[in-house]
């Protein structure tokens, strides 16, 4: 079982940045693929970035030169860079964690956490 935290939502002013972190229990945080998500009012949840255990990255269009996703695995932890935020990134951002054991794929979220950007 994979338990993750999120933190760093807020309140911001179109054009301003935040940085989002996700810390993970567990010794195996290395080989995790993780992934921030974002769902906002009546939209489903939609993938914003991704990084692989070997730091390589993807990202959904919209955020691609504002948004960078970045991971430090000695504390267990990725983070989401963003800048330039915009009112259309207003949303409930998700950690994601997957990993597979066995030939099964494993998905563990965290709580989410709110990022609210003001025109």
């Known amino acids: 079982q994979v338990q993750l935290v999120e933190s760093g939502g807020g309140l911001v002013q179109a054009g301003g940045s935040l940085r989002l972190s996700c810390a993970a229990s567990?010794?195996?945080?290395?080989?995790?693929?993780m992934g921030w998500y974002r769902q906002a009012p009546g939209k489903q949840r939609e993938l914003v970035a991704t990084?692989?255990?070997?730091?390589?990255?993807n990202y959904t269009d919209s955020v691609k030169g504002r948004f960078t996703i970045s991971r430090d695995n000695a504390k267990n932890t990725v983070y989401l860079q963003m800048n330039s935020l915009k009112p259309e990134d207003t949303a409930v951002y998700f950690c994601?964690?997957?990993?597979?054991?066995?030939?099964?794929?494993?998905?563990?979220w965290g709580q989410g956490t709110q990022v609210t950007v003001s025109s």
């Open positions: 994601n964690a997957r990993t597979r054991r066995l030939g099964v794929m494993y998905d563990y």
């Open positions: 567990g010794s195996l945080f290395s080989m995790y693929h």
């Open positions: 990084i692989t255990s070997v730091s390589s990255t």
